[in-house]
């Protein structure tokens, strides 16, 4: 088998994800999406106390370069 074989089963892969469009429950949507209208304090990091806080690394801030090419 070529490359040709492979790639037209690629094509056709791709063209049935491109065309496929299940069917949606717009009901179901509707209350997940209003249920999700609370505030954020009900988030629990749940790695918090095995990981613990994430280093800052000295390069994460943002430092404007100075412009080299300017003429004295």
Avoid: C, I
């Amino acid at each position: 088998m070529g490359r040709g074989r492979q790639k037209a089963k690629h094509t056709k892969v791709a063209r049935e994800l491109k065309y496929f469009s299940p069917e949606t429950n717009y009901g179901a949507l509707e209350r997940e999406l209003a249920s999700g209208q609370h505030s954020g304090e009900d988030y629990v990091d749940r790695w918090a106390d095995e990981y613990g806080p994430e280093p800052q690394d000295e390069d994460d801030e943002f430092e404007p370069q100075q412009d080299q090419n300017k003429s004295a």
